[in-house]
């Protein structure tokens, strides 16, 4: 019992120290508090004396008044640079928006400009689709199912200004957009036909026999004057010149070579080659020839050389053109493909 006794007085004792150091600590904590507050209301005296003799004026502060004036005055000059700072930094970001704003409406007159020049060429193509579709006899008109079902550009070439001059030419490039779509349709068809024919041009004799396109024709075809015998006679194909012989010869169109035979009185060394749709080509004159009697050639294929043998006055390569049992005008078949090129409209 009396160790238990002892236990209790002890804590007893702790607890009353405890408590006794807390109420000194409050007391001293209120104490700084008091001091604190009764420094602040410590009052003083300004006195402002002026050099004449005048009243002089007396004025009360407090330390708490000028605490309090103090963080006014700070806080004002704290604003002050806070909003200088804002408004340099707004003023910079302005800036570089206006700047902006300058390169985004140059590249604006920059697309209106663009705009304008497809526009325009978007009307030569339109005159050119069309030429072209009429050319080959197309019924398909482009652009059918545009808007306002109006399939052609007329619409919008004629362009006026408007307050949504944005908008306006946006509106122009989609409706050309629409136009572009429709027109593939058309452009398949008109690859079909160029197709078809480029088949059939290779297969009918329509381009120059004499590779490279060089030389001249020196005797057209029908009635002449025989360069040997100076008798008026039928001339059934033409002469054509290089000045030289050597120069190579190729096929008019695809076939297949029936001839090769040599006149020393007439043709000299000569070809023959029969072609699709009862065509066929004679090549007379040539130094040699370099193909062999049922070989199958394509059309610009070399078949022989300008030479001079036979009944010839110079080195020349007389051509002739038949269909079955007639002979035709070779000048009329000559460059078919150049002729076609040349009439295309630019």
Known sequence: MSRVHEYKKLENSLVRKAKNLVIALARAAG????????FLARRYTVVLVPHSEKKVYNFH??????????????GLIGTFFWYGASYTNTASILAGKESRLQNTQASLDQLRDEVTGLLREARNFETALSWTLSALGADTQPGGNGPGGSGDLSAFFDIRETPEGTQQEVEDVRRLSTYLAS?????????????????????????WPIRGGIGHISMFFGQNEHPVTHQYYIHKGIDLSTYRSGDPIVATADGQVVTIDFEPEGFGNYVIIKHKHGYYTRYAHLQKASVRIGQRVQQNEVIGFIGNTGLSTGPHLHYEVHIGSDVVDPYKYINIRSRIARSTPR
């Not at 104490?31 to 009764?38: H, I, S």
């Not at 502060?61 to 700070?74: E, G, H, M, P, R």
């Open 31 to 38: 104490g700084v508090v008091k001091g604190f507050f009764k």
């Open 61 to 74: 502060i407090t330390v708490f008044s000028v605490c309090c004036f103090v963080l006014f005055v700070a």
């Open 183 to 207: 027109a593939q349709e058309p452009i398949r068809e008109i690859g079909t036909l160029l197709d078809s024919q480029s088949a059939l041009l290779t297969e009918i004799p329509s381009i």
